[in-house]
Every structure is written in structure tokens, then in C-alpha cells.
């Protein structure tokens, strides 16, 4: 009798969804997704690379993690996998994930945060080589180069430090723009 | 959900952390914090990624768009011909000036010795050439160039003579083999781009009997070190005639060198001799030889094959009688014929003939959107597959497929290609090719050479509207590797992101070597070198203008501020077209239309193929009810200039045209001295106008023609010129007023 309770709640949940929906924000929302896709669709037939899904999901302003893209990936790609993703299977996945608001963006105080929880010793900057240890070995590491670009963007020229502070504020505005 | 809760827990069941004194966090807090940051930077890689490759789009749309205007200049060319017969008697024979190249008869014994009269002053510093060349003078050259010294006229002329005698006796397909061991090292296009060429210099070495290279064609025009890198690769040729190897590309051409900076180039840099620099190029460029082939199994051309090449046929071809690709619409050959007659006797059937334009076959997206439009249209002849890619055959096409893609003509501006359409379908159908059926053969392959671009579907279509070369599929490219026993074609003719790009499951690998092509940071540059085992190796590179490394968001922004204000001016030059049709929406007059609605206009006057909607943060204002302010779109322009009123004006003219107009400049200036005589200038002017369906009186031209003679010496220059254009829009403008 729970279950059907559940049940009956999921169903009316869905059904309010899709009432307070209107056309034009899901028309809005496809075009979106449309327009990145056609980005990365580079013989006009409608498929991108299956590695360049992070990108466009990422660029339409979610923040998945490398173990959430493998879900979306091996949601997307056909049976036999080709490399390739169609438009006709990317579009109601994604529109799915923007509607619901899946992956929402990190903050800058939280990205703050997180600097500040890898400063252990409170210094208010980090070591290019402590930050490295962290991100290359930590979590989803980074590949080089990936470690490499960072590097070059947050290490202070002068100081050889990362001061995390500015380097946050930097980049926030800068993705902004 | 997400981290971010998660870690405020964290912290909340931490009470010691309250106590001031320093803990180590758990190491799950650690992991968690190395986690959201690593999702974040992907997430801001991602989205500079995304900017890269709009930004790339946005390059190659244009760039398509604009060899597109190839054929508005094509069209002028037949208007101008056309209307030959009604320019007074007291014009000079404009016809004339386009077709005839200034030929000076001299032999080839008086060229030398007049070359070696030529005097260089005690005060020049720069390389002194003695023939033959010696690892001295390439060194020399070298040295020089990076100093941004130049090499006087003399010693150009000396070279390009002796490289002229030398690739006489050159083959079209040069053979060459691994078989000491060797690598040989391929190059693409260079472009003008002196900074690449020394950096493959840098990484590769110098070409030597142990360094052998392939420049694969496209050596000039863009960038504005075309003459030094002829010169350096000239001087190449000369020194290791055995280990140094130059295929000709398509912009090894004197039509396309008027169109993308070449010739202006040489005649800045040598004002007293540029002219006859310019002469012995066109017999050079016509003599480079067509294709490499390496082991018998790799094939090396600039652009690409069709389903017409055979190697055998195209080693007899006589590649020198192909100066250009380009060629006058054959309609006009009957006046050409009347003067040909009356003007010197032996005028070779290759030189006198511009031809619809090709402009570079490139596989852009909006290339290959355009051809799916065109199998849409259903059209009148045979299977775009199986016809051949003669431009002759293929007539009905070209006009459907001209007109699906021209936008909206808007009222006081008919588009210049509806004059063209006419006159091309009467010249193909209606008249006999006035060339015996060989040499027009031959002039094929050598298009398609030159021209052709591989596709990823099957076949082979012909591209007409540029009126040759082909898109060719990966069954003609395996096809003509097992007629010949290949294993490869490498070839350049289009811009690569890395610098290279394989395709055809690796049958054919497109090489490219200008780097930043577009804009610094827009691409790689790359070489690829082969060894016996013919296992092709590559090497990217990019040209950087700072010392100090750029950050990706750095090289990103530079690209995307070039791409953008490239859109934003195309924006600019079709306003009154985007107005009109911005307006048909915005029915209340509000100045605001839906994101929706600006895209769709944008898309339909402009045909770039670009994602709007993403492209919008970056060329419209919102406002506050979300809308987009469509008239923010033509800010920031003109610098200092108030948005003008919203009359067809010319100032757009300028921008749309501006390309064309130096090019037409160019030609009227016959001797490239950079100036022309008020009269020519009173005859183009009247045509280019009426042309376009600009109503100008003669008066008003007169009274141009005085005004912007700024210097009153008679004559024009190009920026004055140019100048008439925002002169004449004052004038018009001055007349509405007063109307």
C-alpha cells in the first residue's frame, strides 16, 4: 500500500512537471542543446564524438563529475558502441538533465572552500607541487596536461605560489565573460 | 545534492576545528575538496572549449563566405564585358587591361644579362646572390630574413629566372625514394607565414642531401611573408635540386594572388621591379610541378583527386599552359576574339581566360551543408555522383544552386549573381568550348589537382560553383591507390585545427602548416615526416607573438575577439537587410525581438551556419524583459561613428565589397603603380555602379572623381578610392535631404 502511495505521488510529480513546463522553455531549452551540439557536429549529420559529450555538457552549464559523465556516456552510446553519439538519443537525456537541474554550478565560496580545505596549514596560498600532489592523485585526478594548464593560469609569476583566493575570483569572472 | 552540502557537513561534525589549533582534514574531506575542484576546472576547460570551436566556425563560415564573393567579382567581370560596348569611345580598353599581361619580348639571353646589369647600391646590406647558389647564400638569406631585411630586386629576379630555367626541364610527377634510409619531411600550406617556415626550420633542420622536403603548394598570399618564403624555397630548390621538392598549390596563381595579397605584397616591397617579378611568377608558379609520389606508394598534391585523375595521363599533360584556374565566362570569347585578332597573333589559349571563380574547395560545415541543399533541390541533370567534373556539363546546376543560396536580395541592392546567371547558362549551353577537347582535359586534372577536397561520403562531386575541382569520397581515393599500386595520398588545400587530420580510414592525410591561420591561437601548425617503412610520423607546432606562454583562456579570447569582430562587421555590411527583416517581427515597434526570432533572422540574411544562440552573449544586448535589443548588434563598429540611418547605404557597400574593390583597383592599375588615372576611374566607377543598381548621375561622379583627387595630380590611389565610396554616400545622403 506504501508502494502504491509512492507510486501515485512519482506519477502526479511528473505530471506537475510537465503542466508547469510550457512549450516554449522546453523549445528554448532543445534549441540550446541544439545549437551546442551543432558546435562539435563536424560533418553536419547530426553525431559528435562520444568524447567531446563532457564538453557540450559541460558548456551548456552543468557541472557533472568524470564519474556522472561515464553514466550519461554509457546511457548514450548505441548498443554497439561506434564512438559516436546521435542528436536523437543526446537530446531527451539532456534536456532531461537541464530540466531537472542536475549538476548544479559550484560556487565561488565553495570552490573557496575546497582551496581552503587543502591548505592544511592555513598558509593562504599553496605550493605548485602540493597542489599537484592533491589534484594528479586525489579524487578524478588530472592527466599533465590538464595539471600543466591550471598551473599556468593560477601560479603567481612572482611568488611561485598559488594564491587560491585570486585565482578563484580570476576565474569565476572569467567564466563569466 | 553535490558536494557543496556535503562539506559543510563535514565541517559542522569537525567541533576540534573550532578550537583554533591546526588539524589535518579527514581524507575523505581531501579527496572531496580535490574532487569539486577538478569538476569545476573541467567544467571552465570546457567552456573555453566550446569558445575555441565557435570560434573556429566562425572563421571558417566567413572564410567560405567571403571566397563566396569570388563569384560577385566574377560576375562583375562579365557585367563589366558585357557592358563593354556601352562605356563611351573615350574609355580606355578596360578589356584589355584585364586580359592583357604587359608582355615584354625580350629573350631569354637579354633577360640575363639585363638582370645582371642591374646595379646595387654600395649601401645595401642585404644578401649579395651569386649563381649557382652556395650553402652560403641560403644562409645568408636566412640570416637576413629574420633581421626583416629584404633581398634587393635584382638578385629576385636572378632567382626566379634561374628557378624558371630550372623547373622547365622538371617533370609533372616528381618520383622519390626512402632508400637511404631517409625520412622525407612534407610541409603544407604556408601561406606567407615566414615565422612557421623557420620554426619547422628550427625543429626539423635545414633541407640537405640528409633532410630531404615536400612543400606541398600554397606558398603565397595572406600572410606578408609570401616573397621572403618563395625566396627561401627557391633558393632550396636551386642549391639541392634532388632533396628539396615544391608542388604547386592553387594559390600559385597570378588571378588569386590579385585576390589575396600576393601581388600587392611585391609591389610594395619593390616598387621599381615588381612588375616584371610578377611576370616571371606566372610562368614559375605554371611550371612548379603537380604531384610527388615517394616509393611508388605514397602521392603527394596540393588539393586533391577526382574520378577523372589518372597519373599517366597527367604526367603529359603541358602543366605550364594552366596559369590560371581561373577563367573568363566563355561568352565573352567572341569579343575576346575580335581583339585577339587585331592585337598580336600568338597569344597562348591558356593565358587570356578568367573563368567563374574557384575559390579553394573547402569542406567547411557550411560547405557541406550547401551541397546537401543541393542534392535536395532535385536537380535537372544527371546524379551530382556520377557526372564528371567538367564545368561545361554541368550549367542547370549552378543556377539552382546559386539562387537557393543567395540571401534575400533587399530592395535597392539586388544581388550582383542574378546579373551573373544568365549570361553563364547561355555561354555553356549555347556555344562550342572554343579549346580542342585535350587541352581541356588537361586543364581538368590540373583543377582538380589543385582544387579538390576529400568528403566523407561516397563519390565524387563535381564543384561547379566554383567551377572545378570536385569533392571526392573514400571510394575514389581507394579507388586510384589500387589503380597506381598506392598506399597514400597526402594532401594540404584546408585549414586543420591540429595541423593535420586523417581521413578515408587513413588513405589520406590532409597536411597543413600555417599555424594561428586565422588568428593567434586559432590552430596548430604540422609536418609529417616519412621513413622507408612509410609509417607517417607527425609534428605540431604553433607560432607564438609573446614570450611569456599564454594561458588557454588567454589564446582563447584573442582568437574569439578576431572571429567576433570579423561576424560582427559582416553583421554590420548586410544591416539594412537584418533591419528590415528584424523589424518584420517586432511589429509593436518595441526594438526588441525573441532570442528565437534574432537567430532565425540572422541565420537567413547572413548563410554562415553558426550557432546563434550561443553566438548571442557575445554580439546583442538583452533587455530587461529578456529580449534581445536587435539594434545592439551593429555597435561598436565603425569607431567613432554614430549608427547611421538605416538607409541602403554605401557605407556597407565598403564592407561587403571592399575586397572586391581592391582587386578590381588592382587590375585597373595595370602597371601596379598604385595609382589611376581619374578617367579609368570615372569608367569603373560608372559601371561598378550601375552594377550594383546604386543610381549615380554622371555629374555627381565628375564631381566625386574631383573631390577625392585629395592631391589634385590627376590620379588615384587606392585609399582614395576607397574614399569615394563614403563620399558618394554624403552626396546621397545630401540628396535625400534635400529631395
Known amino acids: 500500500e506504501v508502494t502504491e502511495t509512492s507510486k501515485k505521488s512519482i506519477v502526479t510529480f511528473s505530471e506537475i512537471h510537465h503542466f508547469l513546463l510550457s512549450d516554449t522553455i522546453i523549445t528554448e531549452t532543445q534549441k540550446r542543446i541544439s545549437n551546442a551540439f551543432d558546435v562539435f557536429d563536424h560533418e553536419s549529420n547530426k553525431t559528435v564524438d562520444v568524447r567531446e559529450i563532457g564538453t557540450i555538457i559541460r558548456s551548456l552549464g552543468c557541472f557533472p563529475s568524470e564519474a556522472d559523465l561515464h553514466d550519461i556516456i554509457a546511457e548514450l552510446e548505441e548498443e554497439e558502441p561506434t564512438g559516436f553519439v546521435r542528436y536523437e538519443k543526446f537530446l531527451p537525456t539532456m534536456t532531461k538533465i537541464l530540466l531537472e537541474r542536475k549538476f548544479r554550478p559550484i560556487t565561488e565560496d565553495l570552490l573557496l572552500q575546497a582551496f581552503e580545505v587543502l591548505d592544511q596549514q592555513k598558509k593562504g596560498h599553496l605550493e605548485p607541487e602540493e597542489l599537484t600532489k592533491y589534484l594528479t592523485q586525489e579524487g578524478e585526478p588530472f592527466t599533465q596536461e590538464e595539471m600543466d594548464e591550471m598551473l599556468s593560469a593560477a601560479v603567481d609569476p612572482d611568488k611561485n605560489v598559488i594564491l587560491y583566493k585570486d585565482f578563484v575570483s580570476m576565474m569565476t569572472f572569467d567564466d563569466t565573460r | ?739
Not at chain 2, 73 to 82: R, T
Not at chain 2, 263 to 280: A, S, W
Not at chain 2, 634 to 656: H, M
Open chain 2, 1 to 739: 545534492m553535490g558536494c557543496g552540502t556535503s562539506i559543510a557537513v563535514e565541517n559542522q561534525t569537525h567541533p576540534s576545528e573550532t578550537d583554533g589549533s591546526i588539524r589535518q582534514p579527514s581524507p575523505a574531506l581531501t579527496i572531496k575538496a580535490a574532487i569539486l575542484i577538478q569538476r569545476w576546472y573541467r567544467r571552465y576547460v570546457a567552456h573555453l572549449e566550446m569558445r575555441r570551436r565557435y570560434t573556429w566556425n566562425i572563421f571558417q563560415s566567413i572564410e567560405y563566405a567571403g571566397e563566396q564573393d569570388q563569384l560577385q567579382l566574377s560576375s562583375f567581370f562579365s557585367f563589366m564585358l558585357d557592358n563593354f560596348t556601352h562605356m563611351n569611345g573615350n574609355g580606355p580598353d578596360l578589356i584589355s587591361h584585364l586580359l592583357d599581361s604587359v608582355v615584354d619580348p625580350l629573350t631569354e639571353e637579354v633577360r640575363q644579362l639585363k638582370y645582371e646589369q642591374i646595379v646595387v647600391p654600395e649601401s645595401y646590406c642585404g644578401p649579395r646572390l651569386s649563381f649557382p647558389l652556395s650553402v652560403t647564400d641560403t644562409n645568408a638569406l636566412l640570416s637576413a630574413f629574420k633581421e626583416e631585411q629584404t633581398l634587393h630586386g635584382k638578385y629576385v629576379l636572378q632567382l626566379l629566372y634561374e628557378t624558371k630555367k630550372f623547373l622547365k626541364q622538371m617533370p609533372n610527377i616528381i618520383y622519390l625514394s626512402t632508400s637511404y634510409a631517409k625520412e622525407i619531411t612534407i610541409c603544407g600550406d604556408l601561406h606567407g607565414r615566414l615565422d612557421d617556415l623557420l620554426l619547422i626550420f628550427y625543429k626539423n633542420g635545414l633541407p640537405s642531401a640528409e633532410n630531404p622536403y615536400i612543400f606541398n603548394g600554397d606558398f603565397v598570399d595572406r600572410g606578408k611573408k609570401s616573397t621572403e618564403i618563395i625566396i627561401i624555397l627557391f633558393a632550396f630548390l636551386l642549391l639541392y635540386p634532388d632533396h628539396m621538392h615544391l608542388n604547386r598549390g592553387n594559390h600559385e596563381d597570378h588571378i588569386m594572388n590579385l585576390r589575396y595579397g600576393f601581388t600587392r605584397e611585391v609591389m610594395q616591397k619593390y616598387k621599381t621591379h615588381g612588375r616584371e617579378m610578377l611576370q616571371l611568377l606566372q610562368d614559375v608558379f605554371s611550371l612548379l610541378p603537380l604531384a610527388t609520389v615517394i616509393d611508388n606508394k605514397v602521392l603527394i598534391v596540393h588539393g586533391g583527386i577526382s574520378d577523372k585523375i589518372d597519373l599517366d595521363f597527367l604526367s603529359t599533360v603541358e602543366r605550364h599552359k594552366v596559369k590560371s584556374a581561373l577563367r573568363l565566362p566563355k561568352r565573352s570569347v567572341d569579343h575576346l576574339n575580335v581583339h585577339a585578332n587585331i592585337r598580336s597573333s600568338s597569344r597562348q589559349s591558356g593565358r587570356s581566360r578568367l573563368d567563374s571563380p574557384c575559390s579553394s574547395g573547402r569542406t567547411s560545415r557550411a560547405s557541406r551543408r550547401r551541397k546537401k541543399h543541393i542534392t535536395k533541390q532535385g536537380s535537372c541533370s544527371s546524379s551530382s555522383s556520377s557526372s564528371s567534373s567538367s564545368s561545361s556539363v554541368c550549367s542547370p546546376r549552378v543556377s539552382s544552386r546559386n539562387t537557393s543560396r543567395r540571401p534575400p536580395p533587399s530592395p535597392s541592392l539586388p544581388s550582383p549573381t542574378d546579373v551573373l546567371q544568365v549570361p553563364f547558362l547561355d555561354s555553356f549551353v549555347s556555344l562550342e568550348p572554343p579549346e580542342p577537347p585535350r587541352d581541356e582535359l588537361e586543364r581538368q586534372q590540373v583543377v582538380d589537382i589543385l582544387w579538390s577536397d576529400p568528403k566523407n561520403q561516397s563519390g565524387c562531386s563535381p564543384n561547379s560553383f566554383r567551377g572545378g575541382g570536385c569533392y571526392f569520397g573514400p571510394d575514389v581515393t581507394q579507388a586510384l591507390l589500387q589503380k597506381h599500386g598506392l598506399c597514400l595520398l597526402i594532401r594540404s588545400h584546408e585549414c586543420k585545427q591540429e595541423g593535420y587530420e586523417l581521413c578515408h580510414n587513413g588513405q589520406v592525410i590532409t597536411i597543413f602548416s600555417a599555424s594561428n591561420y586565422y588568428e593567434e591561437g586559432s590552430n596548430r601548425g604540422a609536418y609529417v615526416k616519412l621513413g622507408p617503412e612509410l609509417v607517417p610520423r607527425f609534428f605540431q607546432y604553433q607560432v607564438s607573438r609573446s614570450t611569456r606562454k599564454l594561458t588557454l583562456h588567454q589564446r582563447v579570447c584573442v582568437a574569439e575577439g578576431s572571429a567576433l569582430r570579423a561576424l560582427k562587421e559582416k553583421l554590420y555590411a548586410h544591416r539594412s537587410d537584418l533591419m528590415a527583416a528584424f523589424q518584420q517581427y517586432d511589429i509593436d515597434n518595441t526594438g526588441r525581438i525573441s532570442t528565437s526570432e534574432w537567430a532565425q533572422v540572422v541565420e537567413s540574411v547572413l548563410r554562415l551556419d553558426l550557432p546563434w544562440r550561443t553566438l548571442r552573449p557575445r554580439l546583442a544586448r538583452l533587455g530587461a524583459d529578456g529580449n534581445v535589443e536587435y539594434e545592439s548588434c551593429f555597435e561598436d563598429i565603425s569607431p567613432g561613428e554614430p549608427i547611421p540611418p538605416v538607409t541602403p547605404n554605401l557605407a556597407e557597400t565598403l564592407y561587403r565589397y571592399r575586397t572586391d574593390l581592391e582587386i578590381i583597383f588592382n587590375i585597373i592599375d595595370k602597371d601596379h603603380s598604385g595609382q589611376i588615372s581619374i578617367e579609368e576611374f570615372r569608367q569603373t566607377w560608372k559601371l561598378f555602379s550601375s552594377h550594383l543598381g546604386v543610381a549615380v548621375n554622371d555629374q555627381t561622379i565628375d564631381d566625386m572623381a574631383r573631390s577625392i583627387d585629395f592631391n589634385k595630380d590627376g590620379s588615384i590611389d587606392f585609399n582614395e578610392f576607397l574614399e569615394a565610396f563614403r563620399v558618394v554616400h554624403k552626396l546621397v545622403i545630401k540628396e535625400q535631404q534635400q529631395g
